[in-house]
């Protein structure tokens, strides 16, 4: 054997041996303890209150003391439910909340409720069937807030001029809508349009940058209230054969007045309205519906004191203007109350 090959042989045991000194030197995997106690993963709290979500509206309406006023009885009252009330884009994007299951409880309008249950107007191809009513709070009045020199005295008068519609696909946009409607006008017809919410209306308002918004919200809404202390508006009255045409055309519209003084300086006006309500998803445990229900009526107080319109939600009133089925928790509530048979 020759120099080269022998060195190359001892390079290759020495490889080998190397390998194998490795390989004995880790370690072996200890056995298992048979008596080593296992830690199981802490199964979920049964006592833990179910997290829920109220989607209300804008933090300037009327929507959002009321939702944090049932936020508040869920904190104080129901061991079972844990009720967030968040701010949120109004009627039309709240039934959407619901129709995802990204809330589990809205409020949003009466008008509104039935086209998304029964996919028509703008839920046309993608209604809500799943949608359940709870039950109804109040009057919500179409207002359309004008400076007082613009020279608005009808809502035929806004042909032209620079006008908050509402947010896109919102309740006070598909109100706009319908009273343009009355009055033979489309957003096509209009100056400007602005799809703004009720605070960003109310600044523009303010800053003389619209001439009118469209508000559809309960009586003594902050937004409007903060435009009336600091600058001479009005409420634009609809014309009594126009109220007329809408109740007869949208039968979920009401014939109403806004007192004079609503507002401060601000003189009397007749309008439509919807009725405010809240809707769930039919998914919603029965019980904890119940629940809800019933902690709501029975601490009634607690909305009362969150803002004027609040005072109007009452249990003799909560099936009034009721468009779509309840929800069976709900439905339980009322029928022990004796408001259904």
Not at 65 to 80: F, K, L
Not at 157 to 163: E, M, R, T
Not at 322 to 332: D, K, S, V
């Amino acid at each position: 054997m020759n120099t080269r090959k022998a060195l190359s042989l001892m390079l290759v045991v020495f490889f080998v041996v190397s390998l194998l000194m490795v390989v004995g030197c880790e370690p072996e995997a200890e056995p298992e303890d048979p008596d080593e106690e296992v830690v199981e993963p802490e199964p979920e709290d049964p006592e833990r209150p179910v997290r829920w979500t109220l989607a209300s509206g804008w933090v300037a309406g009327v929507y959002y003391p009321v939702s944090g006023a049932m936020s508040r009885i869920a904190y104080e009252n129901m061991d079972n439910i844990s009720l967030t009330a968040e701010s949120s884009g109004a009627s039309v994007a709240n039934a959407r909340l619901i129709g995802t299951k990204d809330a589990e409880l809205a409020i949003l309008q009466n008008d509104i409720a039935y086209y998304a249950q029964n996919g028509i107007q703008m839920f046309e191809g993608e209604g809500i069937p799943e949608m359940r009513g709870f039950f109804t709070l109040y009057p919500e009045h179409v207002q359309i807030v004008a400076s007082a020199d613009a020279g608005i005295e009808n809502p035929g008068d806004l042909a032209g001029k620079s006008v908050a519609v509402g947010p896109l696909g919102s309740g006070t946009e598909a109100n706009t809508v319908q009273i343009l409607e009355a009055y033979d006008l489309t957003f096509d017809d209009l100056g400007t349009v602005e799809r703004l919410t009720a605070s960003e209306a109310a600044d523009f308002l303010r800053d003389d940058r619209i001439d009118a918004a469209f508000f559809t919200t309960g009586l003594g809404a902050a937004a409007i209230e903060e435009v009336a202390i600091v600058k001479d508006v009005v409420i634009v009255s609809i014309e009594e054969d126009k109220i007329d045409w809408l109740l007869e055309t949208y039968p979920y519209y009401s014939d109403e007045v806004i007192p004079a003084e609503t507002y401060s300086g601000v003189p009397e006006a007749r309008t439509v309205a919807v009725l405010a309500m809240v809707v769930g998803h039919a998914d919603l445990p029965e019980d904890l519906a119940y629940e809800y229900t019933s902690n709501v009526f029975e601490n009634i107080d607690t909305i009362h004191g969150a803002h004027e319109r609040g005072t109007l939600i009452t249990l003799d009133t909560a099936l009034d203007g009721m468009p779509i089925e309840l929800h069976p928790g709900a439905e339980q509530y009322f029928q022990e109350q004796g408001l259904l048979d």
